[in-house]
């Protein structure tokens, strides 16, 4: 298949909906089939919330292997019930991360769609925030908005599809992660289940929460990278700093390479660049799998030695590439007697923002009109990070993220979310994915 406006126009006039984006007149404008699953969705919405309760109060920080497989299991559970083949992926021991769930179900010639969640939380287990809070229009707890509200949109969409009979004719797969809060390395090992499922799919749907309630998707997503910086000089007294023995020594050259980068690089448009620590002196000792270390240096002596690492946000693999030969460039130029070289590692590629992307966020929003909801417009990349979507973005022909529960405070002890868009995204999904299988 190949995704393309002209698709989206055959979709959606083949179900007897206008192709007018703009008319507020097309709301309801819901096939029979469309119409079941919006009632189911509505009256299991008291359900969905008691499932999100009991997997919220379910501890599955990403080193808590235990407790993500018992979330894994719930939903393994769960999608078996609807039909799907089910298989838990271990990891490797030097991975060191609890595996995921894949679930699959093969039914119908139309797109495969890969809809994508995460099991596990950055709650670990000697976290404070452990338990599920509800009040009256919002619920608190760890992970709610991020994501295992997510993985009950994912869930109830398609509990909505099989009591409509809408899941015969599909073609699905479920991958539910069990690391995208701290992905196990190397990452070749740790996504491959993950790329290959994203080689077999033409659509792939991210279930992270939404930015700004109800009314936005992801388009694009900004890949990260990590960077080191290793710089030595002459170690010296320093009353011969700059002269001909001794040089600048280490610490001016880290500077100036670091400066080189915020006047020379920095400025494009989604392009951003971090150094998140620095040390820096005679002797030092760095943890980099910690992210912590030592230095010991004194002010009469010339350092010898530098460690930065840093991190680097894009919107394309063209422009990784070409940010970090500017880098290398700055840091290629060295002042005397001092040394410094700088090493990339690959994280998170980036989900470009594609025309097909945006023609698949097209077809969202006529559903969402379709439901009454109003228009879903996309998100600004720049207020996303990286995600699980990124790793099959390049294989799909098109991919939305940002499917899930609307909340705030993601990643922190007041995350919380709006109980009231779980109804509507749930629909919104349920009813974006059967679309989608009725593409030829």
Known sequence: M??????????????????????????????????????????????????????????????????????????????????????????????????????????????????????????????????????????SGPGTEDMKGGDVVLLYALKA???????????????????????????AVSRADLIEAGRRSQVALGFEGGVDGTGTATVARRGSSGWTLLVEGERGHSSQIFGEKYGAGAIFEAARILGGFYDEVRGEEYLTFNPGIILGGTEVSYDAAGTRGSAFGKTNVIAQSVVVDGGLRFISEEQKERVRARMREVVSRHLPLTAARIEFEDGYPAMAPTEANYELLGVLDEVSRDLGFGPVEAVDPARRGAADISFVAPYVEAGLDGLGVAGSGGHTTEEEVDLGSLPIVTKRAALLIHRLTQVK
């Open 2 to 139: 190949s995704f393309t406006r002209s698709h989206t126009i055959v979709l959606l006039t083949s179900l007897g909906i206008p192709v007018s984006a703009a008319n507020p007149a097309l709301a309801q404008n819901l096939t029979s089939t469309e119409q079941a699953i919006v009632s189911y969705v509505d009256a299991h919405d008291d359900e969905a919330i008691d499932l999100l309760e009991r997997i919220v109060n379910i501890n599955s920080g990403t080193m808590n292997h235990a407790g993500v497989r018992e979330v894994g299991r719930i939903f393994e559970a769960e999608l078996a019930s609807l039909g799907f083949d089910t298989r838990w992926i271990e990891m490797p021991e030097e991975v060191n991360r609890a595996g995921h769930l894949f679930a699959e179900i093969d039914g119908g010639s139309g797109p495969t769609i890969l809809l994508i969640g995460h099991l596990d939380t950055v709650f670990e287990e000697n976290s404070p925030f452990q338990r599920f809070e509800r009040g009256d229009s919002t619920t």
């Open 161 to 187: 599809l099989r009591a409509a009979g809408a899941l015969e004719d599909a073609r699905i797969i479920v991958a539910l992660t069990g690391d995208e809060e701290k992905p196990g390395r190397p990452i």
